[in-house]
């Protein structure tokens, strides 16, 4: 089991589909990157759990409902009755996801230091990722489980860099340097990368990540595919171009969601095992992720894969 750790939110999608000004519809779907990376795992056959806040207002209800119904472990969901955060969503014409945040004060920021939980042996990873990592007092909380964690259990990280939330990008990036330190997996996009490095080579940027612990680095390229960076070297794989592109939102998480599902699948889910695959193995690897993140871009929102379906 993993256990995923961050927030879950509605996206909240704008429909032009009235003849009034005055009107708007708004079609909400639930997400947030862990959310959606906690689904994805079930949907892929490896069991989740969520660690993250929730609301007790209707929205928040619903998000519970939504992890119940996919079989996501809630056990160690903190509820209060803070309110669940929107996220305004809008898609240029390739379909890319823009993002704007309603979320101050919210339940996914009010997971504290008293609530980190225990966790027994049937939690073998730990993913943490998302604007969680910069929030207080949550990003405090994740920084002590994965400082805690951390020998004993697979850590993964996504920065999924997010300047809504926290516009302060020197933040985020000695809050990402700092999960970092303690990840032995690491998934970025080439747009998280260029916020937080501008002018360096995402290359230089993921290998420089690697050392003793962290032995595996992803990048996504978007429509050119994705990369993996390990102690057998660097080398990118082209996009699935097989499927027509509708949005990308969720790509990302799929992505992140299907190299967990794969290492647990290998059982290389464990800091020692993860540095034994070989080359040929993480290329299938990074193939199979990759078939992945194309199902969702061809569905309209976060709509993860099965596992029959990759």
């Known amino acids: ?9 509605f996206d909240v999608f704008s429909q032009e589909n009235s003849t009034r000004s005055s009107e708007l519809g708004l079609t909400a779907i639930a997400g947030g990157s862990p959310f959606n990376v906690a689904v994805g795992l079930r949907r892929l056959g490896v069991e989740s759990a ?6 007790s207002d209707y929205l928040g209800a619903r998000l519970r409902r939504v992890l119940e119904e996919e079989r996501v472990d809630c056990r160690y969901v903190v509820t209060s009755d803070a309110p669940t955060t929107l996220a305004m969503v ?3 014409a390739g379909g890319s996801a823009h993002y704007q945040f309603r979320g101050e004060g919210c339940a996914d920021r009010q997971v504290k230091l008293e609530h980190l939980p225990e ?5 073998r990873g730990v993913h943490v990722g998302s604007y969680t990592l910069v929030v207080k007092p949550v990003a405090d909380t994740l920084m ?6 951390r020998d004993r259990r697979l850590i993964s990280l ?20 700092a999960f970092a330190a303690h990840a032995h997996v690491i998934k970025a996009s080439d747009e998280d990368l260029a916020l937080l490095y501008p002018g360096r080579e995402t290359r230089d940027v993921a290998r420089g990540w690697l050392n003793e612990r962290c032995r595996l680095v992803f990048v996504t390229h978007g429509a050119d595919g994705a990369s993996v960076h390990c102690a057998h070297g660097s080398w990118q794989r082209p996009a699935d171009t097989s499927l027509p592109v509708r949005d990308t939102v969720g790509a990302g998480d799929t992505f992140q969601a299907a190299v967990l599902a794969y290492l647990a699948r290998l059982g290389a889910d464990t800091p020692a095992r993860v540095t034994m695959l070989d080359r040929a193995t993480l290329d299938a690897l990074l193939d199979f992720a990759i ?9 309209v929102g976060p709509d993860l894969p099965f596992e029959h379906e990759v």
């Open 158 to 177: 996504d920065p999924n860099v997010r300047l809504n939330p926290q516009p302060d990008v020197a933040l985020w990036r000695r809050q990402v340097e």
């Open 90 to 92: 809008g898609l240029d």
């Open 119 to 123: 966790l027994d042996e049937r939690v």
């Open 291 to 299: 078939r992945a993140a194309a199902i969702t871009c061809s569905r």
């Open 50 to 55: 969520m660690f993250g806040g929730l609301s």
């Open 1 to 9: 089991m993993y256990l995923v750790c961050g927030e879950a939110l």
């Open 144 to 149: 002590a489980l994965v400082e805690r964690e």
